[in-house]
């Protein structure tokens, strides 16, 4: 079985246009779980897309009285 070396990678946000480091510890997170992607997020801009995401699909609290 071959062995397989990740390194850190420098990408660029598809959101905000900054750089981030696709660190070796996370790609090797993303193979483990299966991701065939790297991120096109920086991590700002994922857990703010999160949040948004979270919001949108909870129901209001208004509506539970």
């Known amino acids: 079985m071959a062995m397989i070396f990740y390194r850190d990678m ?3 946000c598809r959101s905000c246009g900054a750089t981030f480091i696709f660190t070796a510890g996370e790609q090797e997170f993303y193979a483990d ?3 065939l992607n790297e ?3 920086c ?3 994922r ?3 999160e ?3 979270r919001r ?3 129901p209001a ?3 539970e009285s």
Do not use: A, H, V, Y
């Open 10 to 12: 420098e990408l660029i």
């Open 33 to 35: 779980k299966g991701f």
């Open 39 to 41: 991120p096109t997020r």
């Open 43 to 45: 991590p700002k801009c």
């Open 47 to 49: 857990n703010r897309r």
């Open 51 to 53: 949040n948004q995401r």
């Open 56 to 58: 949108l699909e909870s």
């Open 61 to 63: 609290e208004d509506d």
